[in-house]
């Protein structure tokens, strides 16, 4: 701080800045003093040394630019002007013009309203990025649990009872493991192991919706076919409701006959993944 006072002296601070040089000494003196005092308070003298130094420079810049005045032989209009330049150069990224038309007061209060709206915006910009991405984070935890629910419903069945494809948000459970008996849609017993399945897979998403769907292979007419795959869908989602205490509300059934094969009804592998119940956990 002193040699910063010293160097403010040197470039004629006490002509040209004599008001901040005289802060910046006093602020020296206070610091000295209280050392003198008490040898202890080094942060509290550090604190006043600190700004002796700062306003030392600060009557440096002053002194350089008033200096620079008298070059031009600035009158005192010129220093107005001048001042009003670099404050049009604060107010450049603001946008809008500066009323210098009016008092010194009201240029000042119209540039510090303007900054003040600014960070408003910049504020309020900053809550809906953070907002954003709280919602983005939200989202993909929700998508990750999705996930992880989806890989355990397909880890439940076994390439000879069912094939789970995943439908945006809804799981497709293709279950071709029913033995039906031909031309039959009673549930036999045999088929049960792969309904219990079915009813713990759409309880890992409680609040689904379910569409039981019904099919059947190429063999008998299109009209009795059906007739099959509507009544075997109706019992599956009866079994879902009597067994597998699942809300007959949320359980809707149809059956599309032999209309939408998988596989080719010309061999007898391709007429038993046919003969499929297929059911749609609904989540959108």
Known sequence: AKSAIASAKEQGAKKYAPKTL???????????????ADRTQTEKADVHAKKARWLAEKSA????????????????????????AQLLTVNEPLGGQLAFNESSEDVVLGLRNA?????????????????????????????LAQKAKFEKVQAMFNDSEANVYRQRQNVLISAFGFQFPSG???????????????????????????E??????????????????????EKVGKFLTEVGEISSGSITTRGYGESRPVASNETAEGRA??????IKIINE
């Open 212 to 233: 039981v769907i019904g099919h059947t292979d190429a063999t008998g007419s299109d009209t009795v076919n059906q007739t099959i795959s509507e009544a075997r869908a």
């Open 22 to 36: 005289a802060q910046a000494e006093e602020e020296m003196a206070l610091a000295v003093t209280i050392l003198n």
């Open 184 to 210: 039959q849609s009673e549930i036999q017993t045999d088929n049960f192991p792969l309904m219990n399945k079915i009813i713990r897979a759409i309880k890992i998403f409680p609040d689904s919706r379910i």
């Open 115 to 143: 900054i003040a709206q600014l960070k408003d915006a910049g504020d309020e910009s900053g809550k809906q990025l953070a907002l954003t991405e709280k919602e983005r984070q939200a989202q993909q935890q929700r998508e």
């Open 273 to 278: 993944e046919n003969r499929r119940v297929e």
């Open 61 to 84: 810049a002053i002194t350089e630019t008033v200096k620079d005045f008298d070059r031009r032989d600035y009158s005192m209009e010129d220093v107005v002007l001048w001042h009003q």
